[in-house]
């Protein structure tokens, strides 16, 4: 079968073509953003790329074209495709038709969290010869790639609650039908598609719907938003985490920056955990994690072991370089809960060192200014924040600054921000990059001139 992927580039459609060149399809693709890393990962596959969306690259006429949330009605591929009558369908059914319909789903869910989680549960199975399948939007460090088929009937999948497709409006995870579920956290995010909280649970409780009696549900105790969701109807068992609960998964820190803990069930010690990732955040990820592999038969000791082994994520407090002394991280953060919680995590862990902190505001909510009120208050445990005014910002980040305490700046170039850099920092410093994009290759440019 020949499978042409519209929006290839993007880390869960690009997985999508990793895996259905295993399968043994013939896989091209077509996308505004052709450059590496994504690029280089699947032309070593033998995935044929075509920059842009031209008609044309459809005239060979594909057995089926698989369409990324990202086009809409009027993107020239996507009226060929209509035209044409071609056959089509949504990178999450696709995976639902082809991959996952006779695998045992364990899908993480939740607001903040997923990339991580998803990653730290695809290695605890790897780890204990389960060689599971995943689709992840990101890179876990131990495996190098963002998605594979995989040996066994396990298959571990990020679930985006955002939507589907220009023609499927439902959130990609309802077409996911996990038989282990986490449910992360949840907040008011993606405004460009929820008008409220609400609606947000709305698409979580058809998720909830989905999973069968026999199943598992992994749920944040201390989350009101989830335990709204769960009252709406949930079939199945439902275990809890919580760092502040008495619930079946706890945790106790005995290292205040999260490298170290104990791990206890139903308030019996498990073991000690000892690993690199920072944070109380990644904490509750690893007991989200840990639960969800002793449901498909991962005791959870051996779970704990496996996280010591455990590399991170690209993107994720990634460290991208250490020069004269200064420490420069890459970090996907995009939300004030997500920068707060990394901030705390960092800070936790470098005492009184400073800390520059680099915001591109990028998500659609962001850009809308949704959160925007309590953006720089989420930078508090930075000793100097630059953030980047990117002019399709729709609000001014300077009016929201009313902390005068607060070391806060704000430029409207990434070389502005560099050259300022370069002036400020010392050795023992750390410098954290926080955007969901390119941010204009600013940490290789700082890099380079530090």
């Known amino acids: 079968m020949h499978i042409h992927i519209l929006g290839i580039c993007g880390t869960f459609m690009g997985g999508i073509a990793l895996i ?26 033998g995935i044929t790329l075509m920059q842009g969306y031209d008609p044309e690259h459809l005239s060979n006429e594909p057995d089926i074209v698989v369409i990324g949330n ?27 038709d082809y991959v996952l319909h006779d695998r045992w789903v364990l899908a993480v869910a939740g607001t903040h969290g997923k990339t991580s989680t998803s990653s730290l549960l695809a290695w605890i199975l790897e780890d204990n010869n389960m060689a ?40 990609k995870f309802v077409h996911y ?41 992994i749920s944040h105790a201390d989350d009101k938003y989830l335990d709204e969701v769960l009252e709406k109807g949930c079939w199945t068992p439902v275990e809890y985490f919580s760092g502040r609960q008495n619930m079946h998964w706890q945790s106790e820190a005995i290292k205040e920056d999260g490298t170290e803990f104990d791990v206890l069930f139903n308030a019996k010690k ?31 000791n051996l779970a704990i072991e496996s996280m010591s082994r ?33 901030l705390d995590g960092l800070r936790r862990n470098v005492g009184k060192n400073r800390i520059f902190a680099i915001l591109e505001p990028r998500s659609n909510t962001m850009k809308m200014g949704v959160h925007k009120s309590t953006l720089t208050q989420s930078l508090k445990n930075a000793d100097y924040a630059l953030i980047f005014q990117s002019e399709d910002l729709d609000w001014d980040i300077e009016s929201e600054i009313t902390d ?10 990434t070389q502005a921000i ?20 390119g941010f204009e290759n600013i940490h290789q440019r700082l890099i380079d001139a530090l």
């Open 70 to 96: 990202a086009l809409s009605r009027g993107n020239p591929a996507v009226e060929a495709v209509l035209e044409k009558g071609l056959r089509y369908t949504s990178g999450a059914q696709w995976l639902q």
């Open 270 to 300: 498990i073991a000690t955990a000892s690993w690199d990732l920072i944070g109380e955040h990644n904490i509750q990820n690893a007991l989200a994690a840990i639960a969800a592999a002793r449901h498909v038969g991962v005791p959870a």
């Open 132 to 171: 599971p399948g995943f689709l992840i939007g990101g890179i876990p460090a131990n495996f190098g790639i963002s998605a594979r088929l995989g040996d066994t009937p396990f298959f571990v999948v990020e679930a985006d609650e955002y939507d589907t497709a220009f023609f499927d409006k439902r959130s």
């Open 404 to 413: 005068l305490n607060q070391s806060i700046d704000v430029f409207s170039s």
């Open 310 to 342: 455990f590399k991170g994520i690209k993107r994720r407090m990634e460290i991208r370089a250490k020069v004269n002394g200064i420490t420069v991280y890459d970090d996907f953060a995009h939300h004030p809960t997500a920068i707060t919680l990394t």
């Open 20 to 45: 259905a060149r295993e399968l043994g399809h013939s896989v091209s693709g077509s996308d505004v953003n052709v450059y590496p890393p994504m690029s280089t990962q699947l032309e070593e596959q």
């Open 177 to 217: 039908h996990p038989r282990t579920v986490v449910l992360n956290n949840l907040e008011y995010d993606h405004a460009d598609i929820f008008p409220n909280i609400a609606a947000i649970q709305t698409q979580f409780h058809h998720l909830i719907r989905t999973v069968p009696a026999n199943g598992l549900v």
């Open 418 to 437: 560099i050259d300022k850099l370069l002036i400020e920092v010392r050795e023992g410093d750390h410098i954290v990059i926080m955007s969901n994009g």
